[in-house]
């Protein structure tokens, strides 16, 4: 019929190479949903690795946990109130690269030797039954108690100490020899920034710790400003600043390393001050 030929379809005659082009949709379709599967498990295997990897972590941490419980347990019971550097707690897990051939392991400050020549600590391997090499742990014993704790030392200069009622009257520093090796400014930022936008321990002008009433007739300097029983000595004294309870706007250090933050004059001039204060301050 005439016109035909331009207008096939509306003859009655399908065109060539539909089925052709959907036979390709199709395996296109088919391919990216392959694709995307393929890339799916890939993810799964990553993530169940990640999850793995995680496990074996949190069990060497245990491991190492339990192995510096027993060696101080043991020590406990060899020298009942007499602890030194030539005891297991230290001489177990420190060495030195001369000594054992192993590789020494810096500690979280970063330290290398102490005076005796050890290493901070060296590596313990963990193998399975066959022998393969699973993980391996060190262990670094440090006397937190020993330290400097930065949220609860409040002294600065030569203000703050009275009668040592609390552990706040703590020298924080004084700028000279006492104290972390700061500044009275700089040590006065330590407890500002603790004290958030108000500036005062807990929220400024509560009685965070409720003993206000207590305070003012108690005979004692309870806020260290060496005045004894003034009228406010319970409200906003620095035993209301709770590192782990804090009040309104505190804000405790979770690190020392959080001084970073605080751009303190001696840090940015001396980088390495930061490993020296890690050895001697503390926030717990
Ligand atoms: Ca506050
Ligand atoms: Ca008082
Ligand atoms: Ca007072
Ligand atoms: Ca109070």
Known sequence: MPGCTTYRRFCGIRPRGVALVAVLALLTIITLLAIMFVVLVEIERLASNQTLAGMQARLMALSAHEHALAILACDTGEAPGCTHPGQAWHTVFSSSRRRNGGEPVLGSNGR??????????????????????????????????????????????????????????????????????????????????????????????????????????????????????????????????????????????????????????ELRAQPALMRQLSTIATTR
């Open 112 to 265: 290398t030797n102490d005076a005796g020549g050890f290493a901070e600590a060296r590596w313990f391997t963990i193998r399975n039954s066959a022998g393969v090499l699973v993980g391996r742990y060190a262990v670094i014993i440090e006397d937190e108690a020993a330290k400097l704790n930065i949220n609860v030392a409040s002294a600065t200069g030569t203000n703050g100490q009275n009668q040592g009622v609390s552990t706040t009257e703590l020298l924080l520093a004084d700028g000279v020899s006492r104290g972390l090796p700061l500044g009275v400014s700089s040590a006065q930022r330590i407890v500002d920034a603790r004290y958030g936008a108000d500036r005062k321990p807990g929220i400024a002008s509560r009685d965070d710790n409720f003993n206000a009433a207590e305070s003012i007739g108690d005979e004692t300097d309870n806020d260290a400003d060496g005045i004894v029983d003034e009228q406010d000595e319970g409200t906003d004294e620095p035993g209301e600043f709770a590192a782990d309870r804090p009040q309104g706007d505190d804000r405790p250090f979770f690190s020392v390393l959080d001084l970073a933050s605080l751009g303190l004059p």
